[in-house]
């Protein structure tokens, strides 16, 4: 037999320990991939509650403290209700989803100041309360819309519709967005707005069960397919006249995202031209669009603090005022 020679063999023994190597590492690499996806699967009917604050800090505590006794995350409304957000009055609320964004949320903020309007904000909590740099950011935010004198709910963690997910997931869902806005915020949120208004009579008794209001809307002005500040304001007016001639609602919860800048926009053009035609009403002696902070006026049979009578009231004398102002400029 010929002799092998020292290269030769030199040569395979490299190659047995290069491919020794790598068996091994994929003897490593299978059995953790493998692991990983069934770590992923849980047993239905198991919540898994993340390590999220479960409790507000005193700062916290003392931050909020400053908007006084306002109910910002609605816990005097009963629990188990379904807002659809319609009203034979020309009431408007605006409520603002899927923020907080660093990027949009504190200019409508600031807008919302100068035009002197309360608001509604659905957060989705998977953005904050974990503890990261970029998380407390928006966790500043959300306390930031309390401080402001700003209601806030619960708008879920990851944006999941609700029908879509069992009994668990949707569990799991409250719990981790519930815990999170209540370490930003100061409290516990008892309203919440499924994703996309999703719902089903399953999901409904679910979020009964977890103490949750949930409020829909009547006028969405399209600001997710609108591209335009004028588009969205066109599409307000445009649902708002129309619901009146379908419904009778001559007014409702309105939806807009505070995480699309033409929105923004758009709120203050929205609200002079609700002004414009208040002028039209007062000269006819009609109800006029009352821009409010109290989601009872959507509740029927609820008492909010102000009547009815007494906001038209106030609301005619500052139109008096405005209206002339408006005749003399045009």
């Not at 002799?3 to 953790?32: D, H, N, Q, Y």
């Not at 816990?75 to 990027?103: A, H």
């Given at each position: 037999?010929?002799?092998?020679?020292?290269?030769?063999?030199?040569?395979?023994?490299?190659?047995?320990?290069?491919?020794?190597?790598?068996?091994?590492?994929?003897?490593?690499?299978?059995?953790?991939?493998?692991?990983?996806?069934?770590?992923?699967?849980?047993?239905?009917?198991?919540?898994?509650?993340?390590?999220?604050?479960?409790?507000?800090?005193?700062?916290?505590?003392?931050?909020?403290?400053?908007?006084?006794?306002?109910?910002?995350?609605?816990?005097?409304?009963?629990?188990?209700?379904?807002?659809?957000?319609?009203?034979?009055?020309?009431?408007?609320?605006?409520?603002?989803?899927?923020?907080?964004?660093?990027?949009?949320?504190?200019?409508?903020?600031?807008?919302?100041?100068?035009?002197?309007?309360?608001?509604?904000?659905?957060?989705?909590?998977?953005?904050?309360?974990?503890?990261?740099?970029?998380?407390?950011?928006?966790?500043?935010?959300?306390?930031?819309?309390?401080?402001?004198?700003?209601?806030?709910?619960?708008?879920?963690?990851?944006?999941?519709?609700?029908?879509?997910?069992?009994?668990?997931?949707?569990?799991?869902?409250?719990?981790?967005?519930?815990?999170?806005?209540?370490?930003?915020?100061?409290?516990?949120?008892?309203?919440?707005?499924?994703?996309?208004?999703?719902?089903?009579?399953?999901?409904?008794?679910?979020?009964?069960?977890?103490?949750?209001?949930?409020?829909?809307?009547?006028?969405?002005?399209?600001?997710?397919?609108?591209?335009?500040?004028?588009?969205?304001?066109?599409?307000f007016f445009r649902v708002l006249d129309r619901r009146e001639q379908d419904?009778?609602?001559?007014?409702?919860?309105?939806?807009?995202?505070?995480?699309?800048?033409?929105?923004?926009?758009?709120?203050?053009?929205?609200?002079?031209?609700?002004?414009?035609?208040?002028?039209?009403?007062?000269?006819?002696?009609?109800?006029?669009?009352?821009?409010?902070?109290?989601?009872?006026?959507?509740?029927?049979?609820?008492?909010?603090?102000?009547?009815?009578?007494?906001?038209?009231?106030?609301?005619?004398?500052?139109?008096?005022?405005?209206?002339?102002?408006?005749?003399?400029?045009?």
């Amino acid at each position: 037999m010929p002799s092998v020679s020292w290269k030769l063999r030199l040569l395979c023994c490299v190659l047995a320990i290069v491919g020794g190597g790598s068996l091994v590492g994929a003897s490593e690499v299978g059995p953790r991939r493998h692991l990983g996806t069934l770590a992923s699967i849980r047993p239905a009917g198991v919540v898994i509650h993340e390590p999220v604050h479960a409790e507000p800090s005193l700062e916290v505590l003392e931050q909020v403290a400053m908007v006084g006794q306002r109910d910002v995350t609605g816990t005097r409304f009963p629990s188990g209700l379904t807002i659809d957000g319609g009203t034979r009055r020309r009431m408007i609320l605006f409520t603002f989803d899927d923020g907080p964004s660093k990027r949009t949320t504190p200019r409508l903020l600031d807008s919302l100041d100068r035009l002197g309007i309360k608001a509604l904000f659905f957060v989705t909590s998977e953005s904050f309360g974990n503890g990261n740099p970029w998380e407390r950011e928006h966790a500043d935010i959300v306390r930031d819309i309390v401080r402001r004198g700003h209601m806030i709910g619960n708008h879920t963690e990851t944006h999941r519709q609700l029908p879509l997910l069992n009994n668990a997931e949707i569990e799991a869902e409250l719990t981790r967005s519930g815990r999170k806005i209540a370490w930003a915020a100061g409290s516990y949120p008892r309203l919440i707005r499924p994703p996309g208004g999703a719902m089903s009579k399953r999901v409904e008794w679910l979020l009964a069960e977890n103490g949750y209001t949930s409020v829909i809307w009547a006028v969405y002005p399209a600001d997710l397919e609108e591209t335009t500040a004028e588009g969205v304001v066109r599409t307000f007016f445009r649902v708002l006249d129309r619901r009146e001639q379908d419904t009778g609602d001559r007014g409702g919860i309105v939806l807009m995202h505070d995480t699309k800048r033409h929105s923004l926009e758009a709120l203050p053009r929205i609200v002079e031209a609700l002004e414009r035609r208040n002028c039209g009403l007062l000269e006819r002696g009609e109800e006029l669009y009352d821009i409010v902070d109290d989601l009872g006026y959507f509740i029927p049979g609820y008492e909010p603090d102000q009547s009815f009578d007494e906001r038209q009231a106030a609301l005619r004398e500052d139109a008096a005022q405005r209206c002339a102002t408006l005749a003399l400029a045009d």
